[in-house]
T-cell receptor, first 113, second 114 residues
Framework: GESVGLHLPTLSVQEGDNSIINCAYSNSASDYFIWYKQESGKGPQFIIDIRSNMDKRQGQRVTVLLNKTVKHLSLQIAATQPGDSAVYFCAENRAGGYQKVTFGTGTKLQVIP | EAGVAQSPRYKIIEKRQSVAFWCNPISGHATLYWYQQILGQGPKLLIQFQNNGVVDDSQLPKDRFSAERLKGVDSTLKIQPAKLEDSAVYLC????????????FGEGSWLTVV
């Protein structure tokens, strides 16, 4: 069935190192993909998104890569900081009359000081 | 700009009781969503409104859950009667086509059913 899933449930990274969080999706008709960050006790916060006609998009310290051939999405965080500790969700938006965003399970990023 | 407001933040009820959650979306956002997030899982869409009309309620347990957005602004989500498995965070979110369709979430309403 259609799904958005993540390869690793928990990722531990040393402060200052780069983090890479991966996500697999199965619906090739998805219009665009979004990464959200959710800190403990808070709602998900938009980080960055990427359209299906792009393969890379950069933000401040974050880069999202999209590989449509293997239906894979990744979020790269440069120089990871303690404030980056959170659960990260990828989500896909399947267009078609109205947008419908489906979330994956999430990856917990732990930054080691 | 004010974000998505939700209340109450926390609620503890006994099974078979009822509960209602309120949401005020970002001003001007036509689309409003209610998500259910069980601990350790990603948010699951319960219902999506476009103005005051429902565009998707396929995953809403309609025997016990109901939601409305009568004037196309605020929304309420009701659970009656509650079950133990309804313990979760209920997230309200909103988006606007004019703002790029980015979905903005509230802090959530934490429900514990005992």
């Amino acid at each position: 069935g259609e799904s958005v899933g993540l390869h690793l449930p928990t990722l531990s990274v040393q402060e200052g190192d780069n983090s890479i969080i991966n996500c697999a999706y199965s619906n090739s008709a998805s219009d665009y993909f979004i990464w959200y960050k959710q800190e403990s006790g808070k709602g998900p916060q938009f980080i960055i998104d990427i359209r299906s006609n792009m393969d890379k998009r950069q933000g401040q310290r974050v880069t999202v890569l999209l590989n449509k051939t293997v239906k894979h999405l990744s979020l790269q965080i440069a120089a990871t900081q303690p404030g980056d500790s959170a659960v990260y969700f990828c989500a896909e938006n399947r267009a078609g009359g109205y947008q419908k965003v489906t979330f994956g399970t999430g990856t917990k990023l732990q930054v080691i000081p | 700009e004010a974000g998505v407001a939700q209340s109450p933040r926390y609620k503890i009820i006994e099974k078979r009781q009822s509960v209602a959650f309120w949401c005020n979306p970002i001003s001007g956002h036509a689309t409003l969503y209610w998500y259910q997030q069980i601990l350790g899982q990603g948010p699951k869409l319960l219902i999506q409104f476009q103005n005051n009309g429902v565009v998707d309620d396929s995953q809403l347990p309609k025997d016990r859950f109901s939601a409305e957005r009568l004037k196309g602004v605020d929304s309420t989500l009701k659970i009656q009667p509650a079950k133990l498995e309804d313990s979760a965070v209920y997230l309200c979110a909103s988006s606007s086509r004019l703002a790029g369709n980015t979905i903005y979430f509230g802090e959530g309403s934490w429900l514990t059913v005992v």
